[in-house]
């Protein structure tokens, strides 16, 4: 502290350019290497920017970008008693110490590891009281006021949950440049959800992912399924509309290496997954024939060659445009929400058993009478084929299609029979229309109801949780897992082993990661810093990319374990230090600085 009182004397120069709100914002996605590196950074800049403001001339949308929106402060505190005062703004109490040496030493200095004898954790509380008072509208700066007994409370649970989201030692080997880049290969479907960049189809990566032979399309999905939509399976023609969506093409591209088109649709006949329907037998609508069609995204594994593996995808735009969509049990689908009434005493721990269908959407065959319905946009000749001489014959799905419009609502139903068959009992399974099991959500009452597992099924994807005190293990949990494994092998349905997790004390499941042993739920840390740098990256641009912005605005709910939307905070409510959202509209710059602030302090909900 000596150093820095006789700083006090010295006039600590200010970064070139920083006045330019993208210079800023580019300069902080290039210290994302560590949590603790990006917070010194963001500190430094919050603490330092009404010098800032006064040494050069600020534009008024760059300190709304990075101080927020500030109330009027004389009407914020008109006729409020020490008594009554609101939660917000929140004082910085100790962590004046902060503001202090980021605003006595120069950035270089306060971005060195430990400068001031800080830690990490002290500065990100720190950052995290400014962000929060930035999203309840009073600017990301400090309150000068002494904190009230529930001002404390608050302050206290942010450094808790800042401790937790820096447990680990996570450094981020990625640039800048390699977010931007990851960026520019990200696309939207037709329904706004990001997806992978699309490739070519090459028969040998395509092939790596496809189920073996002897599965593909070998089980009736017709026995798996409720009454009603069996029915709906047996009579597609009922589901036609009586025109089709309005601004939908009818007829998509296949893309498929020329070389391999052939040899490729074959190799799906072959396994099942396709069949092979007569030109004059595919749907025609408005006169025009529906075609669907076809293209890869990698799997991040690759072969021996380097080649990446491939997904094979069903481009299913023109089918789903022309016919009625099956509800079924979409509205049963759990939700990580549903997971924040979890509640566990001091002494107990959670274990997982996980495991995950491979190829699930190949396995299950639906009627032939879909595949007219679903055919595709490549043409082979009969005689080519070994089939009908003069007939051009073309590929039509022949198994629950992962772009059809209605797969989910089957492939839910299918997964949800599977475990009755394998008799796991329904009053333990999770369902967003159902409460949860009384053990999960009380604690003194069921203290007793410990390895009492529960279960969710996502489509494809098994989960069972089951409560254990002093780290034990799960009996019945691991009984209920088998139960399922030997209901699915008796199915015919083929298990990851690569994704299968037993008796685990962390998992990530429904898009968070939970921790058993802590007994926390939120994204994983390499989730949220990676968010923060993209998030960065996009607000340094000197014009908002539309693509970009959608794809930060489709990852950021994903970082808040909550129905509340991600451009917001959360609030510490009453002395249980339990987390509650805060929801604020979206307005896209602010709030995304915003969302970079605020993300590791509140990501992690304690169970």
């Known amino acids: 502290m000596h150093i820095l009182q006789d700083g006090l004397e010295q006039s600590v120069p200010l970064p070139m350019h920083l006045e330019k709100g993208c210079f800023i914002f580019r300069m902080l996605a290039a210290r994302c290497q560590s949590f603790a590196a990006l917070g010194r950074a963001m500190a430094w800049i919050l603490f330092n920017f009404p010098r800032l403001e006064s040494e050069r001339n600020v534009t008024p949308t760059v300190r709304y970008m990075v101080m927020g929106r500030f109330k009027d402060r004389e009407a914020m505190h008109r006729g409020t008693s020490q008594r009554s005062r609101p939660i917000f703004p929140l004082p910085l109490g100790a962590l004046t110490k902060v503001q202090q040496a980021a605003q006595l030493s120069r950035l270089e200095d306060f971005c060195r590891p430990h400068f001031a004898g800080l830690s990490a954790a002290e500065i990100w509380q720190a950052l995290g009281i400014l962000g929060l008072n930035g ?289 796991l009992p329904s009053s333990h399974k999770v369902r967003r229309s159902m409460p949860l099991p009384g053990w999960l959500t009380q604690t003194l009452d069921d203290a007793k109801e410990v390895d009492k597992p529960w279960y969710h099924v996502y489509l494809d994807n098994f989960c069972c949780m089951s409560k254990v005190r002093d780290n034990g293990k799960s009996a019945q949990g691991e009984q209920m897992h088998e139960k399922l494994e030997a209901a699915w092998s008796s199915a015919g349905v083929l298990s990851s082993a690569k994704k299968r997790v037993a008796g685990a004390s962390e998992a990530h499941e429904l898009g968070a990661q939970f921790e058993g042993l802590e007994g926390t739920l939120g994204p994983s840390p390499e989730r949220l810093l990676k968010l923060i740098q993209a998030t960065l990256v996009v607000i340094g641009k000197h014009r908002l990319r539309k693509k970009w912005t959608q794809v930060i605005a489709g990852r950021g709910p994903t970082a808040w374990p909550s129905d509340a939307p991600p451009w917001g905070g959360w609030i510490a409510h009453g002395p249980s230090s339990r987390v509650k959202p805060l929801g604020l509209p979206l307005r896209p710059r602010r709030e995304e600085s915003c969302l970079a602030v605020v993300l590791p302090d509140s990501s992690s909900t304690r169970i």
């Open 135 to 423: 999203a309840a509208g009073f600017g990301r700066a400090p309150c000068d006021r002494k904190a009230t007994e529930v001002q404390k409370r608050a302050i206290d649970t942010i450094g808790r949950s800042t401790t937790r989201a820096l447990a680990t030692d996570l450094r981020l080997d990625r640039s800048p440049a390699q977010a931007e880049k990851e960026l520019a290969s990200r696309f939207l479907s037709y329904t706004g959800e990001e997806v992978p960049k699309m490739q070519v189809i090459s028969f040998e990566a395509a092939l790596a992912a496809l189920p073996p032979e002897s599965h593909g399309g070998s089980i009736d999905a017709l026995g798996l399924v409720s009454q009603g939509t069996r029915w709906f399976l047996e009579h597609p023609d009922e589901s036609l509309l009586n025109r089709p969506k309005d601004g939908v093409k009818l007829q998509a591209k296949v893309h498929v290496h020329p070389c391999h088109s052939m040899s490729f649709f074959k190799l799906l006949v072959e396994r099942r997954i396709c069949t092979w329907v007569a030109d004059q037998d595919v749907l025609v609508v408005n006169g025009q024939q529906v075609l669907n069609g076809m293209f890869a995204v990698g799997k991040g594994s690759f072969l021996d060659s380097g080649e990446e593996v491939q997904r094979t995808i069903m481009n299913l735009v023109p089918s789903n445009a022309c016919f009625k969509q099956l509800e079924g049990a979409t509205s049963d689908l759990p939700s990580i929400c549903q997971y924040l009434s979890l509640v566990l005493n001091g002494d107990e721990t959670l274990r997982f058993f996980q495991s995950d269908m491979s190829s699930a959407f190949y396995l299950f065959r639906i009627p032939p009478g879909w595949s007219r319905m679903l055919s595709f946009n490549v043409c082979f000749s009969g005689e080519s084929l070994g089939l009908q001489a003069g007939v051009w014959y073309r590929p039509g799905c022949a198994v629950i299609p992962m772009g059809w419009h209605s797969a989910v609502a089957v492939m839910q139903e299918v997964a949800d029979r599977l475990t009755t068959i394998g008799r």
